[in-house]
T-cell receptor, first 115, second 113 residues
Framework: GAGVSQSPSNKVTEKGKDVELRCDPI?????LYWYRQSLGQGLEFLIYFQGNSAPDKSGLPSDRFSAERTGGSVSTLTIQRTQQEDSAVYLC?????????????FGDGTRLSIL | GESVGLHLPTLSVQEGDNSIINCAYSNSASDYFIWYKQESGKGPQFIID?????DKRQGQRVTVLLNKTVKHLSLQIAATQPGDSAVYFCAENNADSWGKLQFGAGTQVVVTP
């Protein structure tokens, strides 16, 4: 079956440019999450969406980061005026529901490199 | 072989042996735990989860043990195979910050023939 799909798989851009990362969650999953993974590190929570509720943006590292989820499905993570420290793998996950004890299923991520 | 905590980066195990990966968590309010496997260039893959009202759960070749008294979690892999070589993460969640999984740095498991 189809899992979480992320695009692009790799993105190389120059410092100062804006980037958009896309996530298609598993069909029927109401909750969607973004994480960031730096080289050789664990995952750092960024933001989550649950249904029509306001997203929890508490993990976003700066106001250069924003995310949207349109129609309760596809999500886009946008990073404005990219910096070299933004280089990381950006992972998206979805879960069947947000009500407790539902495992999050991850895509393969977008590897972002800022030159 | 045995890995203690999430700060020990590598566990080497011989093919066919059992592996034990350990995880220490600090938040006593954590009530849901997940083990993930991550292969190079891939996203984390769900292996098994356990709720805090349980102390053991078994899957196919894997067993997760939870000791809430000492805030310790372990993943046991039976008859380790070359395909088990990967980085393993434990993640925890709690009702105060639901959805924001807290991950450790992971343990690299290397299976040798």
């Amino acid at each position: 079956g189809a899992g979480v799909s992320q695009s692009p798989s790799n993105k190389v851009t120059e410092k100062g440019k804006d980037v958009e990362l896309r996530c298609d969650p598993i069909s029927g999953h109401t909750a969607l999450y973004w994480y960031r993974q730096s080289l050789g590190q664990g995952l750092e929570f960024l933001i989550y969406f649950q249904g029509n509720s306001a997203p929890d943006k508490s993990g976003l590292p700066s106001d250069r980061f924003s995310a949207e989820r349109t129609g309760g499905s596809v999500s886009t993570l946008t990073i404005q005026r990219t910096q070299q420290e933004d280089s990381a793998v950006y992972l998206c996950a979805s879960s069947l529901a947000f009500t407790g004890n539902q495992p999050q299923h991850f895509g393969d991520g977008t590897r972002l490199s800022i030159l | 072989g045995e890995s203690v905590g999430l700060h020990l980066p590598t566990l080497s195990v011989q093919e066919g042996d059992n592996s034990i990966i350990n995880c220490a968590y600090s938040n006593s309010a954590s009530d849901y735990f997940i083990w993930y496997k991550q292969e190079s260039g891939k996203g984390p893959q769900f292996i098994i989860d356990i709720r805090s009202n349980m102390d053991k759960r078994q899957g196919q070749r894997v067993t997760v043990l939870l000791n809430k008294t000492v805030k310790h979690l372990s993943l046991q892999i039976a008859a380790t195979q070359p395909g088990d070589s990967a980085v393993y993460f434990c993640a925890e969640n709690n009702a105060d910050s639901w959805g924001k999984l807290q991950f450790g740095a992971g343990t690299q498991v290397v299976v040798t023939p």
